[in-house]
Structures are given as structure tokens and as C-alpha cells.
């Protein structure tokens, strides 16, 4: 049988007069271990009424009811049943209730004797779940609640016996005939009385401050140490549960600070570092809006891309927000700590200063944070946060673990930005080895055989003075002819060594196109090439607008592209350079070819240093593979592009490069 309702509930609806209070368990264990050794310190046979919320609960005081029962017969026990405990009468009655019966939630102990009565009914109050994870007290055992009454009064002693001896008789029916031997005995069939003005007023109407106890009205019972002992207990208790919030709220700060740490550290994206932080930090604060943006001190402005905002909170999302006019951010530069203001309507700063005033009220600010993210001085970014609808103040605690995610954040935005720097490093290392395994490949290929041809031509004329003129004359010029090969090798070393180091002086002036395209073409064409040349085409119109360059430059660069188009196209293939306005203030040169073309997968690398589409030492045409970097270094050098386009090999190529109009 299972009975819902509370016995707790009972006794207050048949005795309206009486007032709950609230006791902790440890309060409860010595009241009731005081009423226990009353019983055992009498005489008296009195009828004890023990209700355990738990089997293992009766457990630990079961040694102290096997005395009681030598000194009783009228001696009953409730328990919700775990292992051997059963409805039995061996020393004293046992009475096993179901675990989901209301008596699983409270606590009774109820002593009636000839002389004396105390009683203690109460029920736990249960703390919800969701209470505790959001940062509630940590309900260690000896902290439990309990709601209810104890007291000496013989009229409520005699109801809740009256009571509780009706379940005993609902649980074990064979029981009636004993108790209503107790009934008899203990007189509990009377009416209780109306509620006496002078007998014990505190019983009828509790004080209600935490821990105050009734007197006892009988006066042998009357015992000040045990009122001080409840009193100091209850006092204890409640200190211990502020001690144990103050240990929650810590808790709680460490566990979000140790949450976001790992989390930020497991990336190295800052991006991500920060969109894990505001996310976090919003939600554990229940900001209205939370806001961490990169910047540095000088910043006028920042647009925000990482933002957490409540569903009732307009986004400040993309949007752009000043920084060097908002003189909240211009005090947590300079002075680098945080700037709190709890109410903006009646701050100063806010108040007084028109610009605050027009954000606060766009925005809808009411309370506002700001706290710089640093590292070693070095301002890296804000965290930022508005409460829109409250001036509850955030606790220091609060505002400590925001400064705490802000020193955590500004440690693995450097780490990083360390992380990005280092990878930068490693490329440029990397290019750096490329760089020298091909600077070995084309000093071996294009500096050894030039040097061999002009050793044994020098050596053949010395060593044959009677070498006909017409032979002598073929390795002059064999040897003349290396050795400006070898030149211009080494002036493709200076000319792109200078041009990256910046150190080249350009002369921009206003220049003809078509006048360079002409000196470009004579100069490819004044070349000696050991076959014929292809057909070049020049559509370059003389109503172009002028364009603003180094003429000598630009005439490099058109040369370069016309000697390695004609490098790369058969005799009977052509080669085309045209120009035209691109809508954008410069004008595009094209310089396209029907030869060779190249590789989809090699478009982008074409532009590096010593690349050869055949390999430094496997290429059928001669050449540093240093032209085409060179070039890129010029048009740049004046501010344009240069890119090229191919539909694959054989299929010819295109390389377009922009020039800036005057």
C-alpha cells in the first residue's frame, strides 16, 4: 500500500496554528539522538514513533532502538526496505514501506510518555537539478534541508503519534489491537486543545529566524546547552553553505576558465579561438551581448565578425563600431585594465558625453564591460560586454573571469599569430632550398658549358698557331658568343637581386606604347637565334592612351615575353602582341603564342624563381628560367599585374601583364 500524501502536510492542515521551519540534517541527527537519550536516560516507558526516510539509514541507528525497545514495548520503526529490512516484531515493530511512498521524503521521531512528549515531523526539500548545474550550492550530505516542526508541546506530539500510528495500521493491520493498547495508554484518543496565549506562544507561532528554537514547557526539561547546541549547529550549517556557494562559484569559474583554454588551444586559428571564447564567455555570464574583436590601440575603427547576442538583443554583427571616439576603449587602452559601468543612465562618463549617449541609446546599453586583451603591453584585442534590459551587477568574480579569459585569450592569440609567423618561415625556408638546388642546377648547366666551349676554343687558338683564318675565326666567335651568354646569365642574377631588394630607381615618365613595342621587336629580332623566327604580329594602335612607366623596364618586359614566345613556337607558328583599354585605368598588353603551351597544374609557378617547365637540365631551349620572375618584379614595380592563361599543352599561351595610364 503506498501513500502519497505527507504526514508533515497532515499535521499542519489539522493544526493551522503551527509554523514550518527550516533545519539542516545535521541539526536533525542531534535533536534526534537528544530525544533518544531522553528516552534511554528515563524511566518512563514511553510509545517512539521512528520513520527513516531509508533502510541504511536505520542501519547506523539501529543499535541505539534495540536499547530503546529494552525499555519499551510500544516502539515502532518505518523504512523503505533495501536489503533484509521486513515487516517483523522481534524487538521492536518494523513497518516496511515502498521506496516511492511519501514517506521515502521525510523524517519523523515522535517520543509521547506519561510525564513529557517531543516530537520532530519534517520533509526534505528537495534542490532541483537544473539548480545545481547553474552554479547553486554543492548539497553535501550534512547540509541536506528539511522542512518542519519540533517541539515539546503535548497536544501536537499526541496528533502526530495519533497519526502515524493510522499508517502502521494501514501497513500491518495485525498491529491494530497493540496500538490501540498505545492509544489508551498514552491517552492520544483526546482532542488536542485550542492553542494556549500563555503556555508556549514560540510553539504555536515559531520565530523565524534560522535556527531558533522553542522553549520547552515543562520546566525538568528545560535545557539551555541543548538549545545552544541546535542554535550553534543551524548558525554552522548555514555558514557552511555559504562556504560551499563561495566553493561552487569558484568551481565553476576554474572549470569555464580550464573549458575555454583547452578549446582555444586546440586551434591555432585565431578566428576560431575567438568565436570559441565569446560564445563561451556569453552564455557562462548571461550577457546580453558579448563581443571580442581584434585591434590595436591606434584603431579608429573595428568591424565586428565574432559576436554572442541574445534572441531579444539587436546584432551588432558587421557592423562597424568606433573605437578611437569612445573614450570607454580609450581608457581601458591606456590605463590597460578593465572599465565597468554598471548604469549607463547614471554614470557620468555616459551621461555627459553625447557620443556615448547616441550608442547607449542605439544599442540599447545599460550595463557595460570592457576589458583590453594584452600581451606583454602589447593591446591585441577587446572583450566586450552589454547587459540591455538589467543594472544587475556582474559580481567580482564575475568580472575576475573575464579578465582571466582575456589574459588566457591574448596568451593563444599570440600563440597563433607565433604559429602563423613560424609557418611563414618554414615556406620561405622552403623556397629558399628550391631556390639553391636550382641556382646549383643552372650555375652547373649554364655557367660549366659556356666555360668549357670558351676553355677549349682559347686552348685550340694558342695551341695551334698555324690554324687556318677561317677556322680561327669560327672560334673567336663560338667563344665571344658563350661568353655573353654567360653575361647576360649573370646580369639575370643582378637585375631580379636588385629588383627585390627594392633597390632599383625607377624613372616613370609618360610613355608611347607602340614606340616600346617597336624597340622591343627590333631588339628581339636584332638577336641571333640559331633557326628562323616565327611570325610576329604587332596590332598595337598608335590612339592608345599614354601610359605611366619606366620606359627602359617596359621594354624589358615586352622583350623578355617576345624572346621566350618565339623560344617556345615553331618557325611556321606566330607570335601576336596586342593592347587595349580594360575599363580600370590601365591598359592590358597581350603577348600570345601558338607554340608549346603550358601544363594547367604549372600556371601558377611560372613566375618563380628558375622554374623550367623541362627541368633545370632536361630543357631542350636555353635559358636561366629567371626571365619571367624578372618581369613579375617590374610590374609590380609600377603598380600592375601580370598572369598568364593556357589551354593546355601544344595549345600555345598568353601572358597579359597591365600597365597604370597616365
Known amino acids: 500500500m503506498i501513500v502519497p500524501i505527507s504526514v508533515l502536510a497532515e499535521l499542519l492542515q489539522a493544526l493551522p496554528q503551527l509554523r514550518a521551519q527550516i533545519y539542516f540534517k545535521s541539526s536533525m541527527t542531534a535533536l534526534s539522538h537528544a530525544m533518544e537519550d531522553l528516552v534511554l536516560a528515563g524511566s518512563d516507558e514511553p510509545l ?33 526496505p533495501e536489503t533484509e529490512f521486513k515487516n517483523s516484531s522481534e524487538c521492536h515493530e518494523n513497518v516496511a514501506f515502498a521506496p516511492e511512498d511519501g514517506l521515502s521524503q521525510e523524517w519523523h521521531l515522535v517520543v509521547v510518555g506519561q510525564e513529557y512528549s517531543t516530537c520532530l515531523i519534517c520533509q526534505e526539500k528537495i534542490v532541483p537539478i537544473e539548480n545545481q548545474e547553474s552554479g547553486g550550492p554543492l548539497l553535501m550530505d550534512q547540509a541536506r534541508r528539511f522542512e518542519g516542526i519540533w517541539t515539546f508541546d503535548r497536544d501536537v506530539c499526541c496528533k502526530a503519534a495519533t497519526l502515524l500510528l493510522d499508517r502502521i495500521v494501514k501497513y ?10 498505545a492509544r489508551t495508554t498514552y491517552k492520544l484518543l483526546k482532542a488536542p486543545k485550542k492553542p494556549r496565549k500563555s503556555a508556549n506562544p514560540k510553539s504555536a507561532q515559531p520565530d523565524k529566524k534560522l535556527g531558533k528554537i522553542p522553549k520547552i514547557p515543562n520546566p525538568k526539561l528545560s535545557d539551555a546547552f541543548a538549545e545552544r547546541l541546535v542554535t550553534y549547529l543551524q548558525a554552522g550549517q548555514h555558514k557552511l553553505l555559504k562556504a560551499y556557494a563561495s566553493i561552487a562559484a569558484q568551481e565553476r569559474k576554474e572549470r569555464l576558465i580550464n573549458f575555454i583554454t583547452t578549446a582555444m588551444r586546440q586551434s591555432l586559428n585565431p578566428q576560431e579561438i575567438v568565436e570559441v571564447a565569446v560564445q563561451e564567455l556569453g552564455t557562462a555570464l548571461s550577457a546580453s551581448r558579448c563581443l571580442i574583436y581584434r585591434c590595436k590601440a591606434t584603431d579608429a575603427a573595428v568591424k565586428i565578425d565574432r559576436e554572442f547576442s541574445r534572441p531579444v538583443t539587436c546584432s551588432l554583427l558587421h557592423q562597424t563600431w568606433p573605437l578611437q571616439e569612445n573614450q570607454i576603449f580609450r581608457g581601458a587602452v591606456t590605463n590597460q585594465e578593465r572599465v565597468y559601468i554598471q548604469d549607463t543612465a547614471k554614470h557620468p562618463l555616459t551621461v555627459n558625453t553625447e557620443f556615448l549617449q547616441s550608442i547607449v541609446n542605439e544599442w540599447q546599453i545599460v550595463s557595460w564591460l570592457m576589458v583590453p586583451v594584452l600581451y606583454q603591453g602589447r593591446v591585441l584585442g577587446m572583450v566586450e560586454m552589454h547587459q540591455c534590459r538589467s543594472t544587475l551587477a556582474w559580481e567580482e568574480d564575475e568580472l575576475a573571469l573575464v579578465e582571466a579569459i582575456a589574459t588566457q585569450l591574448g596568451a593563444a592569440l599570440i600563440q597563433a599569430e607565433t604559429y602563423a609567423h613560424l609557418e611563414e618561415l618554414n615556406q620561405q625556408l622552403e623556397a629558399l632550398d628550391r631556390t639553391r638546388s636550382n641556382l646549383i642546377a643552372i650555375t652547373g648547366h649554364e ?6 666551349t670558351i676553355q677549349v676554343c682559347l686552348e685550340s687558338l694558342n695551341s695551334e698557331p698555324d690554324m687556318p683564318a677561317e677556322l680561327r675565326q669560327i672560334m673567336l666567335e663560338t667563344a665571344l658568343g658563350d661568353a655573353d651568354r654567360m653575361r647576360k ?4 642574377f643582378l637585375t631580379l637581386s636588385h629588383l627585390e631588394s627594392g633597390r632599383i630607381e625607377w624613372n616613370v615618365e609618360s610613355l608611347t606604347l607602340q614606340e ?33 612607366a619606366d620606359g627602359e623596364w617596359l621594354v624589358e618586359v615586352l622583350s623578355k615575353l617576345l624572346d621566350n614566345a618565339c623560344k617556345f613556337t615553331e618557325p611556321q607558328g606566330s607570335v601576336t602582341v596586342r593592347a587595349q583599354c580594360n575599363g580600370s585605368r590601365m591598359v592590358e598588353v597581350l603577348v600570345a603564342d601558338t607554340g608549346r603551351g603550358i601544363e594547367p597544374n ?21 635559358g636561366t628560367g629567371l626571365g619571367l620572375a624578372i618581369c613579375k618584379q617590374i610590374v609590380a614595380g609600377w603598380g600592375g599585374n601580370i598572369w598568364v592563361d593556357s589551354p593546355g599543352k601544344d595549345r600555345g599561351s598568353e601572358f597579359h601583364f597591365t600597365i597604370p595610364i597616365v
Do not use: M, W
Open 48 to 80: 517512539v514513533i521512528a520513520s527513516f526516510q531509508r533502510e541504511r539509514f536505520y542501519r547506523q541507528e539501529a543499535h541505539r532502538y534495540l536499547r530503546i525497545a529494552e525499555r519499551s514495548s510500544q516502539v515502532y520503526v518505518l523504512a523503505a
Open 172 to 181: 500491518r493491520p495485525e498491529l491494530a489491537e497493540k496500538i490501540e493498547t
Open 447 to 452: 655557367l660549366r658549358t659556356p666555360l668549357s
Open 489 to 492: 646569365l649573370v646580369q639575370d
Open 516 to 548: 616600346c613595342v617597336d624597340l622591343a621587336l627590333s631588339s628581339v629580332r636584332a638577336r641571333g637565334y640559331d633557326r628562323q623566327l616565327p611570325e610576329i604580329i604587332a596590332e598595337v594602335s598608335a590612339e592608345l592612351p599614354l601610359v605611366q
Open 602 to 622: 604549372s600556371l601558377k609557378v611560372v613566375f618563380d624563381r628558375f622554374y623550367q617547365e623541362e627541368g633545370a637540365l632536361r630543357r631542350s631551349a636555353g
